[in-house]
């Protein structure tokens, strides 16, 4: 038995207790003060709140000024949890659906065995993260000086891949993930009697005209070989059959990798809500918000992933990258590093992440901690 595998059991526990008692972004407190204690346990310079929840430990040996950091992040999703597991979480509407419990089971597994074999030379910082999912908690931590307070020549995040088999380690240089933005249309017009159509501008015949239009995006004005995705996701207006509404909104997500993809999505899309608007004696106002960029990993950093990967499992060079996005993208514009995913798939098969029924497969826990481990000792190598 391996120094990692005599950590497993008692994380395996502690991955469970905190799928049990899963927190929201920025209300992590149990989550965060249940690491914070096992972080002091260890030896380690623990300090909290930083990012509103975030953690941070500090391990030092040795005397060179080289540093890392590794990220896991906390939060858990507003999901109803259905999966009847005996550790199912016992808030409703609140559930760890994107496997951080397994993350941050993870980096404390790491940091207990980085803390007792000290096998390095540097400092190693764990990064624990509070509000990844759509509330950028690493923005906050950036934006508190994450990387002033704690110096890094490298930071990585790993994130469990239900499209990938357990023991599959991969990663790629440039975009790993999309930039997410979010965009909400209201057309307004003049509410009036469904029978007199003369006298209303018609909102709802300019939404129909207008997700159309919008859909042509894409297809008529982003280069073949460019990625890109607008989706429109919901249209709201109206309240009975007899009055055309003064007011209809249409809302929806952009997924790109390039940010000049990205500049000519929004501005096509501004000029056609205006000209649809226009055309049906309507007012368009456009709220489009670029919450997340793409996370792009640097190419020397991917490439020392994937050397780590391949003493820990099989590494895999990704071939593309996802349409998904990560607020990891924050911590990648100020800091070198690369965003990995974790293989986590069972050989009957996987549940996608952000399912009811998904769960975070403990078997790869030995995975994750060794992949830290082996970026940590790698990095930091002694002499
Ligand atoms: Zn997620
Ligand atoms: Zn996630």
Same mark, same amino acid.
């Given at each position: 038995?391996t120094?990692?595998d005599?950590l497993i059991?008692?994380?395996v526990?502690?991955r469970?207790d905190?799928?049990?008692?899963p927190?929201l972004?920025?209300h992590?407190?149990r989550?965060a003060a249940r690491i914070?204690?096992?972080?002091?346990?260890?030896?380690l310079?623990?300090?909290?709140?930083?990012?509103?929840?975030?953690v941070v430990g500090?391990?030092?040996?040795?005397t060179s000024?080289?540093?890392?950091?590794?990220r896991?992040?906390?939060?858990?999703?507003?999901?109803?949890?259905q999966?009847?597991?005996?550790y199912?979480s016992?808030?409703?509407g609140s559930?760890?659906?994107?496997?951080?419990d397994?993350?941050?089971?993870?980096l404390?597994?790491a940091?207990?065995?980085l803390?007792r074999t000290?096998n390095?030379?540097?400092t190693i910082?764990?990064?624990?993260?509070?509000?990844?999912?759509?509330l950028?908690?690493?923005r906050e931590?950036?934006?508190?000086?994450?990387?002033?307070?704690?110096?890094?020549d490298?930071?990585f995040?790993?994130?469990n891949w239900?499209?990938l088999?357990?023991?599959?380690?991969?990663?790629r240089?440039?975009?790993?993930?999309?930039?997410?933005?979010?965009?909400e249309i209201?057309? %307004?017009g003049?509410g009036?009697?469904?029978?007199i159509?003369q006298d209303?501008?018609?909102a709802i $015949?300019a939404a *129909? +005209?207008? &997700?159309q239009?919008l859909?042509t995006i894409i297809?008529?004005?982003?280069?073949p070989?460019?990625?890109a995705?607008l989706s429109?996701?919901?249209?709201?207006?109206?309240?009975?059959h007899n009055?055309?509404?003064?007011r209809v909104?249409i809302?929806g997500t952009?997924r790109?990798?390039d940010?000049a993809?990205?500049?000519r999505?929004?501005a096509?899309?501004?000029?056609i809500?205006?000209g649809?608007?226009?055309a049906n004696e309507?007012?368009a106002t456009v709220?489009y %918000?670029?919450?997340y960029?793409a996370t792009i990993?640097?190419?020397?950093?991917a490439?020392?992933? $994937?050397?780590? *990967? +391949?003493? &820990?499992?099989?590494?895999?060079?990704?071939?593309e990258?996802?349409f998904?996005?990560e607020?990891?993208?924050?911590?990648?514009?100020a800091?070198k590093?690369a965003?990995i995913?974790?293989?986590?798939a069972?050989?009957?098969g996987?549940v996608p992440?952000?399912?009811?029924h998904?769960?975070?497969?403990?078997?790869v826990l030995?995975?994750g901690i060794?992949l830290?481990v082996?970026?940590a000792?790698r990095h930091?190598?002694r002499?």
């Amino acid at each position: 038995m391996t120094e990692i595998d005599s950590l497993i059991e008692p994380l395996v526990a502690f991955r469970r207790d905190i799928h049990a008692n899963p927190e929201l972004g920025f209300h992590e407190h149990r989550t965060a003060a249940r690491i914070a204690e096992q972080l002091r346990e260890l030896g380690l310079e623990v300090h909290e709140g930083i990012g509103r929840t975030g953690v941070v430990g500090v391990l030092r040996h040795g005397t060179s000024m080289r540093s890392i950091g590794l990220r896991a992040d906390m939060d858990a999703l507003p999901i109803h949890e259905q999966t009847n597991l005996p550790y199912a979480s016992k808030t409703p509407g609140s559930f760890h659906g994107c496997g951080h419990d397994g993350h941050v089971a993870m980096l404390l597994g790491a940091a207990q065995h980085l803390a007792r074999t000290r096998n390095f030379n540097g400092t190693i910082n764990f990064f624990f993260q509070p509000a990844e999912e759509g509330l950028g908690g690493a923005r906050e931590m950036v934006k508190e000086g994450l990387f002033e307070r704690f110096p890094c020549d490298r930071v990585f995040g790993l994130h469990n891949w239900p499209d990938l088999p357990a023991g599959t380690i991969a990663t790629r240089a440039g975009p790993i993930m999309g930039a997410a933005d979010k965009f909400e249309i209201a057309l %307004t017009g003049r509410g009036s009697h469904a029978a007199i159509p003369q006298d209303s501008p018609d909102a709802i $015949l300019a939404a *129909a +005209a207008l &997700v159309q239009q919008l859909n042509t995006i894409i297809a008529r004005r982003i280069a073949p070989t460019a990625s890109a995705v607008l989706s429109v996701t919901q249209i709201h207006g109206g309240h009975t059959h007899n009055v055309i509404p003064e007011r209809v909104t249409i809302a929806g997500t952009v997924r790109t990798f390039d940010p000049a993809v990205q500049d000519r999505i929004e501005a096509s899309l501004r000029q056609i809500a205006d000209g649809v608007a226009r055309a049906n004696e309507l007012t368009a106002t456009v709220d489009y %918000t670029r919450y997340y960029p793409a996370t792009i990993n640097d190419a020397e950093a991917a490439q020392e992933a $994937l050397d780590a *990967a +391949a003493t &820990v499992g099989t590494a895999q060079v990704a071939p593309e990258p996802a349409f998904t996005s990560e607020d990891f993208a924050f911590m990648l514009q100020a800091c070198k590093g690369a965003y990995i995913w974790l293989g986590q798939a069972k050989p009957e098969g996987s549940v996608p992440l952000h399912n009811p029924h998904y769960d975070f497969n403990d078997e790869v826990l030995g995975h994750g901690i060794g992949l830290h481990v082996a970026l940590a000792e790698r990095h930091l190598a002694r002499g």
